[in-house]
T-cell receptor
């Protein structure tokens, strides 16, 4: 069983829709990262969180440590949000990340 | 200017050739990483370094070697390239203690 699972693998939405991407994991972590990879390939860090909730613009990330689950929400989605969203586990001790396989999001106008 | 740069951005080579991918950073971070990305798979760690004299194997280090020439430079070498090393390669740096990762633009390597 993979240590980190993302769902869905693919998601198509209409512009303006509220989007949720999920990340479940099976190991203890010190933090969880959400990353965005654009069609051109570049990867940027969106959030790091170890508890609760963080918000940046239209993006919201939540984590439930007890349930080993995190969600990334996008409000009022826009075609420019189309990208692969990746969650990654940070075990802390070794500072190495374990990456999920990503969720491919396409937002249609 | 980009904080983490990779050269080359694209490379096509033949089986058996030696290839070096270079990474430079201006962020002043001690930690640097090399990952590969294959379709349908998550990013996988090849090697990482937490200091100039520190080199550590990741989960898929076979067939690769690295050199940390300075705090700002971390090179990845394929001593004898093979077709299943065709992939997208990313260099990254991270900050302590947050471990936020900063990625280079990637190098697309094709081994024929």
């Amino acid at each position: 069983k993979n240590e980190v699972e993302q769902s869905p693998q693919n998601l198509t939405a209409q512009e303006g829709e509220f989007i949720t991407i999920n990340c479940s994991y099976s190991v203890g972590i010190s933090a969880l990262h959400w990353l965005q990879q654009h069609p051109g390939g570049g990867i940027v860090s969106l959030f790091m969180l170890s508890s609760g909730k963080k918000k940046h613009g239209r993006l919201i990330a939540t984590i439930n440590i007890q349930e080993k689950h995190s969600s990334l929400h996008i409000t009022a989605s826009h075609p420019r949000d189309s990208a692969v969203y990746i969650c990654a586990l940070d075990g802390g001790a070794t500072n190495k990340l374990i990456f999920g396989t990503g969720t491919l999001l396409a937002v249609q106008p | 200017d980009a904080d983490v740069t990779q050269t080359p951005r694209n490379r096509i080579t033949k089986t058996g050739k030696r290839i070096m991918l270079e990474c430079s950073q201006t962020k002043g971070h001690d930690r640097m990483y090399w990952y590969r990305q294959d379709p349908g798979l998550g990013l996988r760690l090849i090697y990482y370094s937490f200091d100039v004299k520190d080199i550590n194997k990741g989960e898929i280090s076979d067939g690769y070697s690295v050199s940390r020439q300075a705090q700002a430079k971390f090179s990845l070498s394929l001593e004898s390239a093979i077709p299943n090393q065709t992939a997208l390669y990313f260099c990254a740096t991270s900050d302590s203690p947050t471990n936020e990762q900063f990625f280079g633009p990637g190098t697309r390597l094709t081994v024929l």
